[in-house]
């Protein structure tokens, strides 16, 4: 079955800018998702296709995906970016699948 | 303006079928490209995709949990239901629907609030 795998934990001052990866096989060839959840609230998607914003989401948030990482760029992070993100693909063979989450710590 | 709404029993004993609706507004499922997913989430763990829905009533499951699932849909009442057999307290999270439509590709768009599950004796 395919698996995505992303960092436990990311940190980042405030006001710089925070990667969080997300590894998969040959995951460059996948269309990869990303989305936010805060404490006690659903997810909501901020990247989708690699790279692209939904409406309202800042242009703070950024993707790239290629060979087999995928990584989720938040430039100028703010303390309102405190939250879990987890990638999400979908695959022929295992159907969809979500990474491990990562929890982004703005300091 | 699409909203999703999660319903059920928040608690279930073991081994009993555990039974979900989604209702849903502001889309239709029998349009051509939406789909309806569900999506669980342990306390504190890793969302987990259960089983998807689609408009022309293709239907996909996990393959970890196929045999305990079933998706349906009633269009006319712009829902969608899941079962769950044999509940287990592994079974224990918070159960999600989401939308997905062709606007962001196949990524789940909308999310529902979520609806708390406990599997407890």
């Known amino acids: 079955s395919y698996e995505l795998t992303q960092p436990l934990s990311v940190s980042v001052a405030l006001g710089q800018t925070a990667r969080i990866t997300c590894g998969g096989n040959?995951?460059?060839?996948?269309?990869v998702h990303w989305y936010q959840q805060k404490p006690g609230q659903a997810p909501v998607l901020v990247i989708y296709?690699?790279?692209n914003r939904p409406s309202g989401i800042p242009e703070r948030f950024s993707g790239s995906n290629s060979g087999n990482t995928a990584t989720l760029t938040i430039s100028r992070a703010q303390a309102g970016d405190e939250a879990d993100y987890y990638c999400?693909?979908?695959?022929?063979?295992?159907?969809?699948?979500f990474g491990g989450g990562t929890k982004l710590t703005v300091l | 303006q699409v909203t999703l709404k999660e319903s059920g029993p928040a608690l279930v004993k073991p081994t009993q079928t555990l039974t979900l609706t989604c209702t849903f507004s502001?889309?239709?499922?029998?349009?051509?490209?939406?789909?309806a997913s569900w999506i669980r989430q342990p306390p504190g763990k890793a969302l987990e995709w259960l089983a998807r829905?689609?408009?022309?009533?293709?239907?996909f499951y996990s393959t970890s949990l196929k045999t305990r699932l079933t998706i349906s849909k009633d269009t006319s009442k712009n829902q969608v239901v899941l079962t769950m057999t044999n509940m287990d307290p592994v079974d224990t999270a918070t159960y999600y629907c989401?939308?997905?439509?062709?606007?962001?590709?196949?990524?789940?768009?909308?999310w529902g609030q979520g609806t708390m599950v406990t599997v407890s004796s």
């Open positions: 040959n995951i460059g060839s996948k269309n």
């Open positions: 999400q693909v979908w695959d022929s063979s295992t159907g969809e699948v």
């Open positions: 502001g889309f239709s499922l029998s349009t051509s490209g939406m789909r």
């Open positions: 296709r690699d790279s």
């Open positions: 989401a939308q997905t439509s062709n606007i962001h590709g196949d990524a789940f768009d909308i």
């Open positions: 829905i689609d408009w022309d009533d293709d239907k």
